[in-house]
């Protein structure tokens, strides 16, 4: 199943401050993961992808995409847990490939931990 429904998504504003409030981290120099346990059926993804960091609209939202779609490739994989992701200024130099490869790092990384 590599469906991400709403149920997979971190949307209102107390389920973040959740994950902010007590954190384990992970990350690169070009983003950070921040992660909890959760009570939840299945992990699930809030993003950060600041104006301040990542100018373009046009940009925000490709790297939105392709998170999100690592994300559904590899949820079943990871613990339940919530996940926010926190993109840098730096995240706008990576290809395509560089960020899918850097995210699937990651999600192995998160997956043994």
């Keep these: 199943m590599y469906a991400f429904p709403k ?3 971190l949307l209102v504003k107390d389920d973040f401050k959740k ?12 983003y950070v993961v921040l992660y909890r346990k959760s009570l939840e059926d ?6 950060v992808i600041a104006k301040k960091k990542v100018k ?9 995409r392709i998170i999100r ?8 994989q990871l613990k339940k847990a919530d996940f926010v ?13 560089e960020l899918r490869q850097l995210l699937d790092n990651t999600w192995i990384k998160l997956e043994k931990s």
């Design 7 to 9: 149920s997979r998504r």
């Design 19 to 30: 994950v902010f409030d007590k954190p384990n981290k992970i990350g690169c120099p070009y």
């Design 42 to 47: 299945a992990p699930r993804l809030g993003l």
């Design 56 to 64: 373009k609209s046009v940009d925000r939202i490709k790297i939105k």
């Design 69 to 76: 779609e690592s994300f559904r490739m590899n949820q079943n």
């Design 85 to 97: 992701f926190i993109a840098s200024a730096k995240i706008n130099e990576l290809t395509k490939a």
